[in-house]
């Protein structure tokens, strides 16, 4: 059998990674907004290979075929999946780990394994994993962080959103828990993406995602690209909603339920940690069906469901 990867760093090039930030394709990620995050990172930082996994023992190909190009009366290329492991420097000059590309099918426990190996033996400390989930919240406010990990004790007080829940499992919450039980400071950030847009690219949401890496960890990581973008991002949808009266009936709906609920969380104790009852798509009923219903008659690349 092959082994599960290969170190491509030369071995006398001593590293010393803090932190590890990990998020994998084909898991949720509403907005895109863990993919723009590290598309962000590895545009902006200079950056190493470190290791690379071998997909052909991880990846199912027929339930994620890969993408081919056929061109007048031959194939010309396969884009075939990675799932690397690089080496990141902030812009302070700092060593971070950065785990990205496709989300493994099989062997999950030793793929972990071989993480908390690699991050154990460079002294890794925190590790977070960086993700976008679908809420009723609107575009024109805040993106929300929810933080969550491994050592409560040490999180900024928040809201809970969620209470107790059982969910699908993900590989960034298999590592987040198996990292956490090695007793690294394993944590996830999960960026709140209005669910209309969830489609789509929400460079807002991503540019808050790394906001929220950079205030968990104390990295000095690069905004300005998203930020750039999340402005014309927002023009773009603003636009769209002004043409449609339904849009801006469900957006001035999830507005006012977004600051009424922002209200409650300023006067929240959260020495108890109460459980915040955030709005949901039923809470605006026939406003979202005609909201949904617009936007199957939006032509071109618009808002999705």
Do not use: C
């Amino acid at each position: 059998m092959r082994p599960l990867y290969t170190v491509e760093h030369p071995a006398g090039e001593p590293v010393s990674p803090r932190v590890l930030l990990h998020h994998f394709e084909g898991a949720m990620d509403a907005g895109h907004v863990g993919s723009l995050a590290v598309d962000q990172l590895l545009m902006t930082l200079p950056h190493t290979r470190l290791a690379t996994f071998d997909v052909d023992s991880l990846v199912d190909y027929r339930a994620r075929r890969p993408v081919m190009t056929f061109d007048r009366n031959t194939y010309t290329d396969a884009s075939m999946p990675e799932l690397v492991l690089d080496l990141l420097q902030d812009d302070d000059g700092e060593d971070l780990l950065l785990l990205h590309g496709a989300e493994p099918d099989y062997r999950w426990q030793e793929f972990v394994d071989a993480v908390i190996h690699l991050a154990v033996s460079m002294g890794v400390s925190q590790a977070v994993s960086m993700g976008g989930i679908p809420m009723a919240i609107p575009h024109t406010r805040p993106t929300y962080v929810h933080v969550h990990g491994s050592q409560p004790d040490k999180l900024n007080p928040q809201a809970e959103v969620f209470g107790r829940v059982e969910l699908p499992g993900s590989m960034s919450a298999f590592l987040e828990l198996r990292l956490g039980q090695v007793g690294i400071d394993s944590r996830g950030l999960s960026a709140s993406i209005p669910h209309y847009i969830a489609r789509d690219d929400f460079p807002q949401g991503a540019a808050a995602l790394l906001r929220a890496v950079a205030d968990n960890t104390g990295l000095a990581l690069p905004l300005g690209d998203l930020e750039a973008a999340a402005n014309i991002n927002r023009a773009e949808i603003d636009a769209e909603a002004a043409q449609q009266p339904e849009v801006g009936a469900v957006v001035s709906a999830l507005e006012a339920q977004y600051d009424a609920m922002l209200q409650q969380t300023d006067s929240l104790d959260f020495e108890g940690a109460p459980t915040l009852d955030l709005p949901s798509a039923d809470e605006i009923g026939a406003r979202l069906e005609a909201f949904l219903e617009a936007n199957e008659n939006t032509s071109g690349d618009g808002l999705q469901q």
